[in-house]
Nanobody, 118 residues
């Protein structure tokens, strides 16, 4: 059974940093494009960042460019999101998502809460 498990969320002050991880099991990790989404209370889920299956192609939402970095380790089957200069607007539940590069299936993690507050 495929599982995506996020970790690393928590409470941080504005201007602080967090590193989220998403560990995958029972998945041929290297064949999947990976994404981080987030959903704030009362708002729709939005795409934050994505990385291609080979790791060479990344894109970011305008709101996080220059502050967040997405990366992956295809040996450890883990996706990361380094978040710096955090703002209160970054408060949300963060989800990882894996989609097969040929679109045959996709999977979601259960989410991890990030709260930016003084």
């Amino acid at each position: 059974q495929v599982q995506l498990v996020e970790s690393g969320g928590g409470l941080v002050q504005p201007g602080g940093s967090l590193r989220l991880s998403c560990s995958a099991s029972e998945l041929t990790f290297r064949l999947y494009d990976l994404r981080w989404f987030r959903q704030a209370p009362g708002k729709e889920r939005e795409l934050v960042a994505q990385i291609g299956s080979a790791g060479g192609s990344t894109t970011y939402a305008d709101s996080v460019k220059g502050r967040f970095t997405i990366s992956r380790d295809n040996v450890k089957n883990t996706l990361y999101l380094q978040m710096n200069s955090l703002k209160s607007d970054d408060t949300a539940v963060y989800f990882c998502h894996a989609r097969h590069r040929w679109g045959v299936d996709d999977y979601w993690g259960q989410g991890t809460q990030v709260t930016v507050s003084s």
